[in-house]
């Protein structure tokens, strides 16, 4: 009976290990999307910012074109004055090159602005830059990481499978079927230890009578509380069987 509880102790916790390493393969890609979303970010921030920088730009390319535009006018004016003879249309052509060297003035204060947002931009987008191949380049050694981990899990997974295929062609097929109905009821805990007459699954206390029945270690009874098969966990021969679990060779 012993080596038969033994191979359920066994199987169980090749059960449990194999549950361990899916839940960690489902962790695992976690750490990339945290990293993928702040690369996304940080892409749609800097395109912004690219985006902002053109638009100055071709701003800055018309009040150019403007303030030329302007100058060209401002000499035609300043022809037309020097070829006027009565005060009246004079007057008229001094208030109009006044108005020019005003608009032209006010695109020169408009383009000096620009320029400013233009330089402070490009140092943001080249640091931008920087900063996002930096993620880039985080990005893709956490993805390798990641691979490699999962690579590894999956590996210890196979390995673990194949034990358990073993454990289950070694155990009593009846035992085997009440095993998997209770796992699948017990959260994934089909058989427990029993230590100073409690049960260490459901912590409540077994009866004196039972419990002498299961020191004997004659049968596989099961927990009245939980339900649970159970076994005499201060056993040395259970002791040894779960220090191997701990301490595998």
Same mark, same amino acid.
């Given at each position: 009976?012993?080596?038969?509880?033994?191979?359920?102790?066994?199987?169980?916790?090749?059960?449990?290990?194999?549950?361990?390493?899916?839940?960690?393969?489902?962790?695992?890609?976690?750490?990339?999307?945290?990293?993928?979303?702040?690369?996304?970010?940080?892409?749609?921030?800097?395109?912004?910012?690219?985006?902002?920088?053109?638009?100055?730009?071709?701003?800055?390319?018309?009040?150019?074109?403007?303030?030329?535009?302007?100058?060209?006018?401002?000499?035609?004016?300043?022809?037309?004055?020097?070829?006027?003879?009565?005060?009246?249309?004079?007057? %008229?052509? @001094? /208030?109009?090159?006044? !108005?020019?060297?005003? +608009?032209?003035?006010?695109? =020169?204060?408009?383009? *000096?602005?620009?320029?400013?947002?233009?330089?402070?931009?490009?140092?943001?987008?080249?640091?931008?830059?920087?900063?996002? %191949?930096? @993620? /880039?380049?985080?990005? !893709?050694?956490?993805? +390798?990481?990641?691979?490699? =981990?999962?690579?590894? *899990?999956?590996?210890?997974?196979?390995?673990?499978?194949?034990?358990?295929?073993?454990?289950?062609?070694?155990?009593?097929?009846?035992? @085997? /079927?009440?095993?998997?109905?209770?796992?699948?009821?017990?959260?994934?805990?089909?058989?427990?230890?029993?230590?100073?007459?409690?049960?260490?699954?459901?912590?409540?206390?077994?009866?004196?009578?039972?419990?002498?029945?299961?020191?004997?270690?004659?049968?596989?009874?099961?927990?009245?509380?939980?339900?649970?098969?159970?076994?005499?966990?201060?056993?040395?021969?259970?002791?040894?069987?779960?220090?191997?679990?701990?301490?595998?060779?």
């Amino acid at each position: 009976m012993k080596d038969k509880i033994k191979d359920l102790i066994l199987l169980q916790d090749c059960d449990n290990k194999i549950k361990e390493i899916n839940i960690k393969k489902k962790e695992a890609p976690l750490k990339l999307q945290y990293l993928k979303k702040a690369l996304d970010e940080m892409e749609l921030m800097l395109k912004g910012k690219k985006d902002r920088l053109e638009s100055i730009k071709k701003d800055r390319r018309a009040i150019e074109q403007g303030v030329q535009d302007m100058e060209s006018m401002m000499e035609k004016s300043r022809i037309k004055l020097a070829n006027i003879k009565s005060n009246k249309e004079y007057t %008229a052509v @001094l /208030k109009e090159i006044e !108005d020019q060297e005003k +608009e032209k003035s006010l695109n =020169e204060d408009n383009l *000096l602005q620009l320029m400013d947002e233009i330089e402070i931009l490009d140092k943001n987008c080249i640091e931008g830059a920087s900063e996002l %191949a930096g @993620l /880039k380049d985080q990005y !893709d050694r956490t993805r +390798e990481l990641v691979e490699k =981990e999962i690579k590894e *899990l999956d590996e210890r997974v196979k390995a673990l499978e194949q034990k358990r295929i073993r454990f289950c062609d070694s155990i009593d097929k009846e035992l @085997l /079927k009440r095993y998997l109905l209770l796992q699948g009821r017990k959260g994934g805990i089909a058989i427990g230890s029993v230590i100073g007459g409690v049960c260490q699954s459901c912590h409540m206390g077994i009866p004196p009578q039972q419990f002498n029945e299961l020191i004997k270690c004659d049968s596989l009874p099961t927990c009245p509380n939980c339900n649970r098969m159970v076994y005499w966990g201060e056993d040395i021969y259970f002791l040894k069987v779960l220090e191997e679990i701990r301490n595998p060779s």
